[in-house]
């Protein structure tokens, strides 16, 4: 049995001063001068790590990381031995080693970050600490920890890749083969075949690795199989109208791919973490065809009875077997229905406006409303007395001028006459709903006339019956009265009538 102190962690707490308000934290790591440790199939490996004050957790080749208090399967075990000396020490111990454990090993407080997988290239020392193990075999030469003739090596184009062909001794050196001829590539024993920058055009490689003893012994690796994914794209969130308490809602998500990316990535829904696991949350996938060499990934989350606390942020996340993901997030608010109602209110005026005309001066009517109608977008037309809708760009020449600044719309006649009374509406809608509200003007001054039709340009034919008609504007009321400029011998007005007078708008 091979017994090994990886790692004698002293955590101190120290002041070294403030700086911008903050108080520093440092530790500091004893590494033993062993850094690797071979052992044999079928031994017991034990590895030590001490804390002063804080849990430690250990990290295994495969990237499983085995809390202080808790172990995670029946060959591993955590212990711990409250020694005066070192602190706390925990000791990792693990039966029945195999040549698939062999690789790095290492300890670090429970809150420090480990990447600790067969893509690794770099084992920072700082606040962590490793330890190299090799696990010799008499029949496997090469590290296989996964029970596959193939493994697939996905990567972002541009990214390293590593193929993890590495010895189960130090002694021993791979030859890496492709398409039955050995090619050279950088290499490290604990890490393995390395290709920077891999291109797309890697995408269909195919290697394999061969260890070989003197004696003519030799182990074959599974066939690694590159798999380039071209950069990510971010996935699309279709936005949402508003969502009201009490009905159902679908979060749509979407993202275009290369076929054969779409087979190294999942697209998928992350809702708040206060709603975790809720049953009235489902999410459907679907990958559909878009363009030849390419396909698009959908996901649907459906929320079933809207609740109140189903407001937040919600993610769509499009995640590769090359441990890359791209993002996006969306706000979800929820609103009671009342919130969604139009509600309009006058400021500062009054819905009637009374106006006296002064021919010396500009007389304006102005109305300033407050139009909510929660957060949807709402839409306002003016119309006139006659029911024609106003033109009224804000433009400070203009007659008619519609204004608005947020919530809050001014509608202003400007130079008002007697010709300008009457009854003008202001018609509000929303997604949801409709509302108009009546904007009344009254304007005193001498009152206006035109007869219909106009007679200085009209002929009548004898013995025919006409209607003429006089429109006048002015308030109050004014009184009407037709006159007839008579020629001789002309016995029209016998039998002329008038008509008692039209109130217009």
Same mark, same amino acid.
């Given at each position: 049995?091979?017994?090994?102190?990886?790692?004698?962690?002293?955590?101190?707490?120290?002041?070294?001063?403030?700086?911008?308000?903050?108080?520093?934290?440092?530790?500091?790591?004893?590494?033993?001068?062993?850094?690797?440790?071979?052992?044999?199939?079928?031994?017991?490996?034990?590895?030590?790590?001490?804390?002063?004050?804080?849990?430690?957790?250990?990290?295994?080749?495969?990237?499983?990381?085995?809390?202080?208090?808790?172990?995670?399967?029946?060959?591993?075990?955590?212990?711990?031995?409250?020694?005066?000396?070192?602190?706390?020490?925990?000791?990792?111990?693990?039966?029945?080693?195999?040549?698939?454990?062999?690789?790095?090993?290492?300890?670090?407080?429970?809150?420090?970050? @480990?990447?600790? #997988?067969?893509? *690794?290239?770099?084992?920072? =020392? %700082?606040? $962590?600490?490793?330890?190299?193990?090799? /696990?010799?075999?008499?029949?496997?030469?090469?590290?296989?920890?996964?029970?596959?003739?193939?493994?697939?090596?996905?990567?972002?184009?541009?990214?390293?890749?590593?193929?993890?062909?590495?010895?189960?001794?130090?002694?021993?050196?791979?030859?890496? @083969?492709?398409? #039955?001829?050995? *090619?050279?590539?950088?290499? =490290? %024993?604990? $890490?393995?075949?390395?290709?920077?920058? /891999?291109?797309?055009?890697?995408?269909?490689?195919?290697?394999?690795?061969?260890?070989?003893?003197?004696?003519?012994?030799?182990?074959?690796?599974?066939?690694?199989?590159?798999?380039?994914?071209?950069?990510?794209?971010?996935?699309?969130?279709?936005?949402?109208?508003?969502?009201?308490?009490?009905?159902?809602?679908?979060? %749509?998500?979407?993202?275009?791919?290369?076929?054969s990316d779409a087979r190294l990535?999942?697209?998928?829904?992350?809702?708040?973490?206060?709603?975790?696991?809720?049953?009235?949350?489902?999410?459907?996938?679907?990958?559909?065809?878009?363009?030849?060499?390419?396909?698009?990934?959908?996901?649907?989350?459906?929320?079933?009875?809207?609740?109140?606390?189903?407001?937040?942020?919600?993610?769509?996340?499009?995640?590769?077997?090359?441990?890359?993901?791209?993002?996006?997030?969306?706000?979800?608010?929820?609103?009671?229905?009342?919130?969604?109602?139009?509600?309009?209110?006058?400021?500062?005026?009054?819905?009637?406006?009374?106006?006296?005309?002064?021919?010396?001066?500009?007389?304006?009517?102005?109305?300033?409303?407050?139009?909510?109608?929660?957060?949807?977008?709402?839409?306002?037309?003016?119309?006139?007395?006659?029911?024609?809708?106003?033109?009224?760009?804000?433009?400070?020449?203009?007659?008619?001028?519609?204004?608005?600044?947020?919530?809050?719309?001014?509608?202003?006649?400007?130079?008002?006459?007697?010709?300008?009374?009457?009854?003008?509406?202001?018609?509000?809608?929303?997604?949801?709903?409709?509302?108009?509200?009546?904007?009344?003007?009254?304007?005193?001054?001498?009152p206006e006339s035109h007869i219909?039709?106009?007679?200085?340009?009209?002929?009548?034919?004898?013995?025919?019956?006409?209607?003429?008609?006089?429109?006048?504007?002015?308030?109050?009321?004014?009184?009407?009265?037709?006159?007839?400029?008579?020629?001789?011998?002309?016995?029209?007005?016998?039998?002329?009538?008038?008509?008692?007078?039209?109130?217009?708008?």
């Amino acid at each position: 049995m091979k017994h090994i102190s990886i790692s004698c962690v002293q955590l101190l707490f120290t002041i070294l001063g403030f700086y911008q308000g903050a108080m520093a934290r440092t530790s500091e790591m004893f590494t033993p001068s062993e850094g690797e440790l071979i052992i044999q199939e079928g031994d017991k490996l034990e590895l030590d790590c001490s804390s002063e004050n804080d849990e430690i957790k250990f990290s295994t080749p495969d990237g499983v990381e085995y809390n202080s208090t808790a172990s995670s399967d029946d060959r591993t075990q955590i212990t711990n031995d409250n020694g005066d000396y070192y602190g706390d020490l925990w000791t990792f111990s693990r039966s029945n080693m195999s040549a698939a454990d062999t690789g790095w090993y290492a300890c670090a407080q429970s809150d420090v970050k @480990i990447e600790n #997988n067969d893509q *690794v290239i770099d084992h920072p =020392t %700082e606040n $962590i600490n490793w330890v190299y193990v090799y /696990v010799r075999s008499p029949q496997l030469l090469t590290v296989i920890n996964k029970p596959k003739w193939k493994w697939d090596l996905p990567a972002i184009a541009g990214d390293t890749v590593v193929i993890p062909c590495r010895p189960t001794s130090p002694s021993l050196r791979p030859s890496l @083969i492709k398409m #039955n001829e050995t *090619v050279d590539l950088e290499f =490290t %024993e604990k $890490i393995g075949f390395i290709i920077k920058n /891999v291109g797309i055009n890697q995408g269909q490689d195919r290697y394999t690795c061969k260890i070989e003893q003197p004696d003519g012994q030799f182990t074959s690796s599974p066939l690694y199989c590159l798999r380039v994914i071209a950069e990510l794209p971010y996935p699309t969130i279709t936005q949402v109208p508003i969502v009201v308490q009490g009905t159902n809602q679908v979060l %749509e998500c979407s993202v275009d791919l290369r076929n054969s990316d779409a087979r190294l990535c999942e697209l998928r829904w992350e809702a708040p973490e206060k709603i975790f696991n809720d049953e009235r949350h489902t999410i459907d996938t679907l990958t559909v065809r878009n363009e030849p060499g390419k396909v698009k990934m959908l996901a649907n989350l459906t929320i079933i009875d809207v609740h109140k606390n189903d407001s937040g942020t919600y993610f769509c996340t499009l995640k590769c077997s090359t441990g890359n993901m791209m993002t996006a997030e969306m706000f979800l608010p929820v609103y009671d229905s009342e919130q969604l109602h139009i509600h309009v209110s006058i400021d500062g005026s009054n819905y009637s406006i009374v106006k006296q005309w002064n021919e010396s001066e500009d007389t304006e009517a102005l109305w300033v409303l407050r139009i909510g109608a929660g957060p949807q977008s709402v839409s306002v037309k003016w119309y006139d007395a006659n029911g024609r809708e106003i033109d009224s760009e804000p433009d400070e020449g203009r007659k008619y001028m519609h204004k608005h600044e947020k919530d809050v719309h001014s509608f202003r006649i400007s130079n008002v006459t007697v010709r300008d009374s009457g009854i003008y509406k202001v018609h509000i809608s929303t997604p949801r709903e409709e509302k108009d509200v009546e904007l009344s003007l009254t304007v005193f001054g001498p009152p206006e006339s035109h007869i219909i039709p106009n007679t200085s340009s009209s002929y009548y034919k004898p013995e025919k019956s006409y209607t003429f008609e006089c429109i006048t504007f002015g308030f109050p009321p004014p009184n009407i009265t037709w006159t007839f400029l008579e020629y001789p011998y002309y016995p029209s007005t016998e039998y002329s009538s008038v008509s008692h007078p039209l109130a217009r708008k």
